[in-house]
């Protein structure tokens, strides 16, 4: 399994910020990048994925990746109470034809009301 | 109503037993994956399969057993030779071609 670096958090924001996330990875010829929501005792539901260099914008997520640093983030605009969650940030392993992911441990955020 | 199901939702096991869940989608996916979430911890795979018939090992395959006799199904069994089994157990799917896995409701298994 691949490394995959999170800041467990948590991230506290006050409702209306900008709530900025970051992952790191290790394999250089990881091929897709994916972020996860996940609320408290459920299972992580699909946010938005990338997979060229630049900016991916989904409503109010954007997804940036830099593959030459090896790092994705996931900026959420104009916080929301009910984006408070933990973010799982995986990684679609190089070279595999079986869409093996490697996930971070996650991201907790705090939307502050 | 098209989705990804898991059952059942909790699981209580005394050591010793073998234990399987289940997981069903009627999304027509061909992929379907099985991972273990500690408290803490990132999603570990446990084993995939691309196609009916056909499974592959993941990272944390031992202790575990499965089957896939039809495109729905993909059942994971907890044997009693897995040494800590308490987790919580999440079944995923993509279609073929596709990039993203959808995950099932999960189940949380506790061993007594």
């Known amino acids: 399994q691949k490394e995959v670096e999170q800041n467990s958090g948590p991230l506290s924001v006050p409702e209306g910020a900008i709530a900025s996330l970051n992952c790191t990875y290790s394999?250089?010829?990881?091929?897709?990048f994916f972020w996860y929501r996940q609320y408290s005792g459920k299972s992580p539901e699909l946010i938005m994925f990338?997979?060229?260099?630049g900016d991916k914008e989904d409503g109010r997520f954007t997804a940036q990746l830099n593959k030459a640093s090896q790092y994705v983030s996931l900026l959420i605009r104009d916080s929301q109470p009910s984006d408070s969650a933990t973010y799982l940030c995986?990684?679609?392993?190089?070279?595999?034809?079986?869409?093996?992911?490697?996930f971070g441990a996650g991201t907790t955020v705090t939307v502050r009301a | 109503d098209g989705g990804i199901t898991q059952s059942p939702k909790y699981l209580f096991r005394k050591e010793g037993q073998n234990v399987t869940l289940s997981c069903e989608q009627n999304?027509?996916?061909?992929?379907m994956y099985w991972y273990r979430q500690d408290p803490g911890q990132g999603l570990r795979l446990i084993y995939y399969?691309?196609?009916?018939?056909?499974?592959q090992k993941g990272d944390i395959a031992e202790g575990y057993s499965v089957s896939r006799e039809k495109k729905e199904s993909f059942p994971l069994t907890v044997t009693s030779a897995q040494k800590n089994p308490t987790a919580f157990y999440l079944c995923?799917?993509?279609?073929?071609?596709?990039?993203?896995?959808?995950f099932g409701p999960g189940t949380r298994l506790t061993v007594l």
């Open positions: 995986a990684i679609r392993e190089a070279n595999s034809n079986d869409y093996k992911l490697s």
């Open positions: 394999d250089r010829g990881s091929q897709s």
């Open positions: 990338i997979y060229s260099n």
């Open positions: 999304l027509n996916h061909d992929a």
């Open positions: 399969s691309q196609i009916v018939n056909d499974f």
């Open positions: 995923a799917s993509r279609r073929q071609g596709g990039h993203e896995q959808f």
